[in-house]
Nanobody, 123 residues
Framework: QVQLVESGGGLVQAGGSLRLSCAAS????????MGWFRQGPGKEREFVEGISRSGDSTFYADSVKGRFTISRDNAKNTQFLQMNSLKPEDTAAYYC????????????????WGQGTQVTVSS
């Protein structure tokens, strides 16, 4: 099992930026693809971004493409989500995920989830 702890959420005005972090422990993070999902109020949970084990491949949801950037530091077992040009519709709880194998956009493919960190974007 891999334990995941997110941090960096908060309240920001539209157009602002936040950087989320996710620290993994229990197993070597470099063995896992990593990613982020989010769930806004009254919405279903959705895939945001994913990054391969080595970090050389990423995949983004269309809704965040060009605004969000995912990265990872395998030496520190940590991944990051840099969020720029935030919009009120980005308001959600953001969840860190990991899985053996490659990036997947399906929730069912991820068995390890963090507890979530809240991001609120005011208009």
């Amino acid at each position: 099992q891999v334990q995941l702890v997110e941090s960096g959420g908060g309240l920001v005005q539209a157009g602002g930026s936040l950087r989320l972090s996710c620290a993994a422990s229990g197993r070597t993070a470099s063995n896992y693809a990593m990613g982020w999902f989010r769930q806004g109020p009254g919405k279903e949970r959705e895939f945001v971004e994913g990054i391969s084990r080595s970090g050389d491949s990423t995949f983004y949801a269309d809704s965040v493409k060009g605004r969000f950037t995912i990265s990872r530091d395998n030496a520190k077992n940590t991944q990051f989500l840099q969020m720029n040009s935030l919009k009120p519709e980005d308001t959600a709880a953001y969840y860190c995920v990991v899985r053996l194998g490659g990036i997947s956009t399906r929730q069912i493919d991820y068995g390890n989830w963090g507890q979530g960190t809240q991001v609120t974007v005011s208009s």
